[in-house]
């Protein structure tokens, strides 16, 4: 079993939509980053937290540590929104990144 | 103030062929590694380096080798490429080891295909 699942594992949306990503994990970790990956292209950092929600414009990122879970909303979703958006944490212990293995958006105009 | 650069984009190998991938980065971070992605699978550690002159290995490291002989600069060498080594390439690097409490910044990727 992977420590950090995601889903789901494909998503299409039509514009304007409110999308919510699902991210949980099954170790102890100090923080949990959440990165967006456009076709062809690199990977960006877009939230990393380790308690609470954070917010940047129109996505929003929550985390419950008791639960093991984590959020990724994007509101008024765009089409430039679509992209692999992947969940990482930091482990307590070890070689200690560990990376999911990504959610596919796709934003129909 | 480029980031973290990768050269090349693409790249088409014959099983048993040897190339080198150039990680390249400005911020002046101790700490770089190379991942691969593969499909339905998330990034895997294949090496790390915590300083120049120093490397260790990841996850999957074997069939490959790395160099760190300038702080800036993070190689990574097939030695005889063979098809399992297709996948797409990301180097990292971080402030702090393994991204703790920072953040992460990658490269554009290298796609590799080994036929």
């Known amino acids: 079993k992977n420590e950090v699942e995601q889903s789901p594992q494909n998503l299409t949306a039509q514009e304007g939509e409110f999308i919510t990503i699902n991210c949980s994990y099954s170790?102890?970790?100090?923080?949990l980053h959440w990165l967006q990956q456009h076709p062809g292209g690199g990977i960006v950092s877009l939230f990393m937290?380790?308690?609470g929600k954070k917010k940047h414009g129109r996505l929003i990122a929550t985390i419950n540590i008791q639960e093991k879970h984590s959020s990724l909303h994007i509101t008024a979703s765009h089409p430039r929104d679509s992209a692999v958006y992947i969940c990482?944490?930091?482990?307590?212990?070890?070689?200690?990144?560990?990376f999911g293995p990504g959610t596919r958006l796709s934003v129909l105009p | 103030n480029a980031g973290v650069t990768q050269t090349p984009k693409f790249r088409v190998l014959k099983t048993g062929q040897s190339m080198t991938l150039l990680c390249a980065q400005d911020?002046?971070?101790?700490?770089m590694y190379w991942y691969r992605q593969d499909p339905g699978m998330g990034l895997r550690l294949i090496h790390y380096?915590?300083?120049?002159?120093?490397?260790a290995k990841g996850e999957v490291p074997d069939g490959y080798n790395v160099s760190r002989l300038k702080k800036q600069n993070f190689l990574l060498g097939l030695e005889s490429a063979a098809p399992s080594q297709t996948s797409v390439y990301f180097c990292?690097?971080?402030?702090?080891?393994?991204?703790?409490?920072?953040?992460?910044?990658f490269g554009q990727g290298t796609r590799l295909t080994v036929v």
């Open positions: 990292a690097s971080s402030y702090a080891v393994f991204f703790e409490a920072t953040e992460a910044f």
């Open positions: 170790v102890g970790i100090s923080a």
């Open positions: 937290l380790s308690s």
């Open positions: 990482a944490v930091n482990r307590n212990y070890g070689q200690n990144f560990v």
């Open positions: 911020m002046n971070h101790e700490y």
């Open positions: 380096s915590v300083g120049e002159g120093t490397t």
